[in-house]
């Protein structure tokens, strides 16, 4: 029928979903959000620190014709997790996608290395994923299936290409994205019989905050295209768009995988003309 057809067509790909990203007041979260938001997904922003960023998320995502709404949590905190979570339940009705983003570089030689660097990158990359993630799937499971999505739920990771690339001076971040490649892959498999959708994204060199050393001057940038073959770093929105597909039913018999998302990063780019 027409009508029905022009309905469905008008109709966006994460209608009457309700999702939570975290870390969502800068970079590669800030752009998630959004991205969700212009999906249709009403969006629970998560931040730490910065509330000033953080609303004005929330009021791009609103200004886009999505509710919004900001909650302050540290992720690597079980009981402010806890209490995010209520919150955003008690705001939305419920949760349907769970963007695990929020995370964090402390880099140093492994000489210099303290405890307190090992840490800090580890609770919050690693932990932070481990706490939001069982209370996403606690949601999903108290609540049952709804008919906004195939799955029950879907929770996205964001790891690095650094699950793959060793990283010198940088060992507690890429051990935290190597853990995050085998906690995704684990409650994936775990999980995937509820019909709770587990995957990751793993981002190359995008132009975020964490690392404007790596594209802000002209050599840095001429620097950082000898590992890019596709020749351009990445933006956050490329990230958001593949966000939006893998927390979407056009990916619903992907489960388990990581999404490189990298202009070809992983590609080994010194074997192109070496070895
Ligand atoms: C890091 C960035 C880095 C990129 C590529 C990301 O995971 O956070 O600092 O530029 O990987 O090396």
């Not at 027409?2 to 979903?17: F, H």
């Not at 979407?248 to 990581?258: E, F, I, M, P």
Request: glycine share 10%; hydrophobic share 45%.
């Amino acid at each position: 029928m027409p009508d029905q057809e022009a309905r469905a067509q008008r109709a966006k790909l994460l209608d009457g979903q309700i999702a939570l990203v975290t870390g969502a007041n800068s970079g590669i979260g800030e752009a998630v959000a959004q991205g969700l938001g212009a999906a249709g997904a009403r969006v629970a922003v998560n931040y730490v620190v910065g509330d000033e960023a953080a609303q004005k998320v929330v009021q791009a995502i609103r200004d886009g014709g999505s509710e919004a709404e900001a909650f302050k949590a540290d992720v690597a905190d079980e009981a402010q997790v806890q209490a995010m979570f209520k919150a955003v339940v008690e705001r939305f009705g419920t949760l349907d996608i769970l963007v695990a983003n929020a995370g964090l570089q402390r880099d140093s030689a492994f000489l210099q290395m303290t405890l307190q660097q090992w840490q800090t990158v580890m609770s919050v990359n690693l932990t932070g994923q481990f706490l939001c993630a069982r209370e996403a799937v606690r949601e999903f499971v108290r609540r049952g299936p709804r008919d906004v999505s195939k799955a029950l739920g879907k929770i996205i990771q964001m790891s690095s290409v650094h699950q793959e690339i060793p990283w010198g001076g940088h060992a507690n971040y890429a051990a935290s994205k190597g853990g995050i490649k085998l906690l995704m892959e684990s409650l994936a498999q775990e999980l995937a019989p509820r019909k709770i959708r587990v995957n990751a994204i793993a981002p190359g060199a995008i132009r975020t905050p964490i690392n404007t050393d790596a594209w802000s001057t002209p050599e840095a940038y001429k620097a950082l295209m000898t590992l890019v073959p596709y020749g351009r770093i990445g933006e956050p929105e490329d990230i958001a768009q593949a966000a939006v597909w893998l927390a979407s039913d056009l990916s619903d018999y992907v489960v388990g995988a990581t999404l490189f998302v990298d202009g070809g990063m992983t590609l080994f780019p010194g074997f192109a003309t070496g070895g």
